[in-house]
Every structure is written in C-alpha cells, then in structure tokens.
C-alpha cells in the first residue's frame, strides 16, 4: 500500500488484508497476482492460431457492424433461424 508491502493472509482461495486509512486521506493499493499457469509459447498450432484469429474478426465485425445496422441484424437473425431449423 502506498508502495509499501503490506501484511495479508490468504483463506479459501481469498486474499485478507486489514490497512488503515486515516480519514480525508486516499491510499493507493496495488495486487500483484503470480500466474501459476504461464503461458507456453510456441504451442499453438496453425490451425489453432488461424480458429482464435476467425474468431477475432468475426467477433470485431459482429460488434462494429452487425449489431450497429438494423438490416445486417435483422439478417443474420434470420440466418441464425434457418440454421437451426436445418439442423433439428
């Protein structure tokens, strides 16, 4: 707290820590959590990079265009519809 370690505790899978804040005073607060599943480089492969790169895109088109055009939504709801009625 205030660029000082603080004592904490942790119980249950939850971080427990007691500070005092004097009144009309702030106190800045920083948690740094260790990652105890880092991530492994070079271990994705093609196809999965090219699925999450698809997805991105197809994500940033939905949000920034689709959902923003009353004819676009109004269309890809309907081919939702006719998707699902195929598939049952």
Known sequence: ????????????Q???LIIEVPPKT?????IT???IYPYITGKDT???QT???????LSELR????????LLLS??????QLKRSILE
């Open 1 to 12: 707290m205030n660029g000082k370690d603080t004592s904490y505790i942790l119980e249950n």
């Open 14 to 16: 939850c971080l427990k």
């Open 26 to 30: 702030t106190a800045n607060l920083k």
């Open 33 to 35: 959590y260790k990652d």
């Open 46 to 48: 093609l196809k999965e």
């Open 51 to 57: 699925e999450v790169w698809i997805r991105r895109h």
């Open 63 to 70: 949000d920034n265009y689709i959902s923003k055009s009353k």
């Open 75 to 80: 269309i890809s709801k309907k081919a939702i």
